[in-house]
């Protein structure tokens, strides 16, 4: 008990009322640490961390990351950012500022600490890609004016600014790059294609397929997703990312749309829609740094993250 008190850190989770920073959360109040969640509640919710609720380590702050925050803290995670288009292209002016005054904000924040700092980038900074998969390396296909822009160029602004600040000022940081996950708390109208279908299917009403469904992604299940947070986190300085985290096997969007009617018994029909603008065709991590640098592999199987996520769904209903 000592020993864990000793180890326990106090960790800043911005976005932490959200999908992923709610899990994130469990995970740190889990290993023993204080967490500090802040979060303007723009797409999270208290839901997601009402069980946290007069936890003695666990604190709730309603803040929005695009104005500075002064606290003493030995981690920052900044995930805070609408991450589905529906979300981030509501107020695009807002979703940039978040991305770029909010990492600015949180850098000045390691900075005055001298604390590591964590950045939820995406796969979303590769935009349309010419290579598949993509590494770490290629510098992507972005269009900087079309209405994905203000997520893609927000969060590339982001890592620009993460590696100014460690370059110029020496603040250790840690950035992931994320490619698409899934799971229980997932918002049920991000209009992702998992949540979609998967809502679609439990109301019995017709999947949509935006295109002829050949166009493909990779899914990873939100638990092995956190894991890849943490040992990023933790591992030795130098490691500073950016790092791919996501699954690699890859799925089209007919082949999702038949598992997800397998496993909710849905007798819904499959219809297509028009592709919306600047949508991927193909999009799919090489992760051979992440399993170098951290051990790190994805484990849960798309059927068993679907089930998973269904029966959540189900409890939403
Ligand atoms: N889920 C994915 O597949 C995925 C993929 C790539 C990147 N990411 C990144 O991971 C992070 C978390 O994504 P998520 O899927 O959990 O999304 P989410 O929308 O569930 O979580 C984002 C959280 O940030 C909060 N937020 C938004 N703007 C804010 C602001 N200005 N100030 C404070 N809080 C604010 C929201 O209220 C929400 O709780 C995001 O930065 C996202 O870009 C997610």
Redesign the pocket.
Known sequence: MARLYESRKRILV?????????HLTDRLIGQGHEVIC????????KR?VEHLHNHPRFEFLR????NPLKLEVDEIY???????PV??QYNPV??T???VM?AMNMLGLAKRLRCRIFQ?????VYGDPEVHPQREDYWGHVNPIGTRAC?DEG?RCAETLFFDYHRQHGVEIKVA??????GP???PK?G?VVSNFITQALNGEDLTIYGDGTQTRSF?Y?DD?VEGFLRLMDSPPEVTGPVNL?NPGEFTMIELAEQVLKLTGSRSKVIHLPLPQDDPKQRRPDISLAKAKLGWEPKVPLAEGLKLTIEYFRTLA
Do not use: Q, W
Request: with cysteine.
């Open positions: 911005t976005g932490g009322a959200g999908f992923l920073g709610s802040a979060d303007n509640l723009f797409t999270g919710s997601n803040h929005d990351v695009c900044n995930l805070a950012c609408p991450a589905s979300h981030y807002l979703t500022k978040t991305s909010g939820a980038s995406t796969s979303e997520y969060k790059r994320i490619f698409n996950t899934y708390r997932m918002h991000d992702r990873c939100r997703l996501g």
